[in-house]
């Protein structure tokens, strides 16, 4: 129990602390970067923030996730998602410093938060823990094809990242369904939309 305690606390140190990497190539390592205003520049940093930290919640709901899962394929749909959700964070991470900003500073908040909740979806049961995942990245991916409609359009370089992980997050979905995810109540699914807004909302700005 204590092995495991300090793996996982270890997982949580490097997502917060330590610069991810991509074993992919980056979707817009080809790209050059096109001239951008600095209202532009500002407001496409914000919406690469938001996804970086909707990155950062991704990998503490999965770790929470996974920790819980009793089926073994469902333990590993879940960690094998959070593989990508490491390579978008590396994606996102790259993009932010090339448009001259940073991270949220939030989140170790939204870290902690997310990880309880993996947890308390798994121990729900395996269906309602599938269930849970593939409600997230629909949200996901609702979320990113919204930035894709608000970065600027010269901005190929993060258009062409947040296509990627929309696509990602398409196939994470149809992992969980296939492998008999629950519907979840419309409650809950309204209460996740309600929490990703109060976290896309502070995040594009702290």
């Known amino acids: 129990m204590l092995d495991k305690f300090i793996i996982e606390f270890d997982k949580g140190l490097r997502t917060l602390c330590a610069p991810a990497a991509s074993q992919r190539p980056h979707p817009d390592e080809a790209i050059g970067d096109a001239p951008l205003s600095e209202a532009e520049k500002r407001h496409a940093l914000g919406l690469m923030r938001v996804n970086h930290c909707g990155e950062v919640c991704a990998q503490a709901l999965y770790q929470g996730q996974a920790l819980t899962a009793r089926d073994p394929a469902a333990r590993e749909a879940l960690r094998e998602a959070a593989f990508e959700e490491v390579e978008h964070l590396a994606w996102t991470e790259r993009r932010i410093r090339e448009l001259g900003g940073r991270v949220s ?94 976290m896309t909302g502070s995040s594009y700005h702290l």
Do not use: C
């Open 105 to 198: 500073l939030l989140n170790p908040v939204w870290y902690t938060g997310s990880l309880a909740l993996g947890v308390a979806a798994g121990l729900l049961g395996d269906k309602w823990n599938l269930g849970f995942l593939e409600e997230t990245e629909h949200q996901v991916e609702a979320h990113l094809n919204s930035h894709l409609d608000k970065l600027p359009e010269q901005d190929a370089k993060s258009r062409a990242i947040v296509a990627q992980m929309r696509d990602d997050e398409m196939r994470h979905a149809d992992m969980a369904r296939d492998l008999g995810a629950a519907r979840l109540p419309l409650p809950v699914r309204g209460a996740m939309k309600l929490t990703a807004k109060i």
